[in-house]
């Protein structure tokens, strides 16, 4: 079992930048090397999209075509918290944002295989 919480989200204008945060935490001792974390967003009316993924021990990240170029997924090993860079933040972009975990599979590049998810954490860009 695998516990993750968002933080980090806002309000911010056009050409703005924010950081999000997701910590996570296992009860069990998961160690994260073979897994994946990521995260994706939700605007209202709209379904659930892939933003970014990072595979935990490498590093290794994927984006979305909407935000690559602007946004970053980094990760601390020790502490065990994923970051979302954003930059040049756009109103396309607001949206509910969540983080996820889950098991490293052949289709870690586009966001799949994750298992658990935070509850999420609102971004609003204006105009």
């Known amino acids: 079992q695998v516990q993750l919480e968002e933080s980090g989200g806002g309000w911010v204008q056009t050409g703005g930048s924010l950081r999000l945060s997701c910590s996570a935490s296992?009860?069990?001792?998961?160690?994260?090397?073979?897994?994946?974390m990521g995260w994706f967003r939700q605007a209202p009316g709209k379904e659930r999209e892939f933003v970014g993924t990072?595979?935990?021990?490498?590093?290794?990240?994927r984006y979305a075509d909407s935000v690559s170029g602007r946004f970053t997924i980094t990760r601390d090993l020790t502490q065990k918290i994923m970051y979302l860079e954003m930059n040049n933040l756009k109103p396309e972009d607001t949206s509910i944002y969540y983080c996820a975990f889950g098991t490293l599979t052949s289709a870690w590049w586009k966001g799949g295989g994750m298992d658990y998810w935070g509850k999420g954490t609102l971004v609003t860009v204006s105009s």
């Open positions: 990072i595979m935990w021990q490498v590093g290794w990240t």
């Open positions: 296992s009860a069990s001792g998961t160690s994260f090397m073979n897994n994946v």
